[in-house]
């Protein structure tokens, strides 16, 4: 089974470097790398034309590919879908540092697995990413607001949009969703399935948004190994400004909501709880955490009430409103 690498990136040309690093030495070497760059320079376009040769002398087509499009992440990973050959597609964020052994592993449940369709590797620093708070507390916050949780050998979906993913995973164990960082698909499903390009620029929610509907409709053939591991540096590298990414991580997961989860009133309130409980970690963040503690509280209000003013609009999936001014 060949393996086609799809890598978008936005002036990440350090982190793609090292990425790029640690594919060139992998057990079983993909068929081709493809990078859609969404940069506002050429110092990606300059790294890919130096390590061509390169990774030609190991049979492996390193191609460049400037998104003349509008600038997106699902944008871009759809071109890529587009451009792929091999048997299976396999998405990597261009901060992600592979083991050596990541793309046999991953192969190898496809073969061992028939009806597998997605396949996952599992991030190594998933626990320590987004580490603000002690633990044992954070943990407790999250599952009573929904927001998310690490359970051990489990890799859910909530109603919240909040994501459960394993604190530790000893065997390959079935998922209903696959995260960003590192989603591989066989060539096939991606025929039928393609990101949501209504997700603009950082595209906030986009690998849920894609893995959860290609499980609703064949529940049982999405997976993780435990055997192909890496790192996700979550680099601070193309984020975007404050005030685009606030009203983002609020009307984006509205609309996602709307879209792929179940519409029944337990699920709308267990939906409203867990973005109280957001509203009530974030103002509280901003005071003890933010540089700028006045502007981004009032940033985070004015988000709720925007999506208030909004709802009929992201209901009917019309984000043109927000949209636009991402352009």
């Known amino acids: 089974m060949q393996v086609s ?3 978008p990136t936005y002036n990440r040309v350090k982190d793609l470097d090292e990425c790029l690093d640690s594919i060139i030495i992998q057990t079983k070497l993909p068929k081709g790398i493809l990078i859609v760059d969404d940069s506002d320079n050429d110092e990606v376009e300059s790294l890919v034309g130096c390590r061509k040769n390169e990774f030609s002398e190991k049979d492996i087509f390193l191609r460049y590919i400037r998104n003349k499009k509008e600038k997106g992440l699902t944008i871009a990973r759809n071109i890529g879908i587009e451009n792929a050959t091999g048997d299976i597609v396999l998405f990597l964020d261009s901060d992600v540092i592979l083991d050596k052994n990541y793309i ?68 390959i164990i079935d998922c209903e969703w696959l995260s960003g960082a590192n989603q591989s698909y066989k060539k096939e499903i ?6 949501d390009e209504n997700l603009k620029k950082y595209s906030l929610g986009e690998d849920q948004d894609l893995s959860y509907r290609i499980f609703k409709k064949y529940p049982g053939t999405l997976f993780m190994t435990p055997h192909a591991k890496l790192i996700h540096k979550a680099s601070a590298g193309g984020r975007h400004l404050k005030k685009d ?83």
Request: glycine residues 6%; positive net charge; charged residues 30%.
């Open 245 to 327: 990414l606030i009203y983002m991580k609020e009307i984006y997961p509205l609309y996602l909501f709307y879209k792929i989860i179940d519409q029944n009133l337990k699920n709308k309130l267990i939906y409203l709880w867990s973005r109280m409980g957001r509203i009530i970690f974030n103002i509280l963040f901003s005071i003890f955490k933010s540089k700028s503690k006045l502007t981004e509280i009032k940033y985070r209000i004015g988000a709720t009430f925007y999506c208030m003013r909004h709802i009929k609009e992201i209901k009917r999936g019309d984000l043109e409103f927000f949209n636009r001014s991402l352009r």
């Open 5 to 7: 690498i799809i890598i």
């Open 190 to 195: 991606l025929e039928e399935f393609k990101f």
């Open 104 to 171: 046999e592993e991953i192969v190898k449940v496809y073969k061992e697995k028939p009806d597998a369709v997605g396949v996952q590797g599992f991030i190594k620093n998933a626990e320590e990413e987004n580490r603000l708070i002690p633990i044992p507390l954070m943990e407790g916050y999250n599952r009573l607001f929904y927001i998310g949780q690490l359970k051990k050998n489990d890799c859910g979906l909530l109603p919240s949009l909040g994501i459960i993913y394993p604190s530790s995973v000893d065997k």
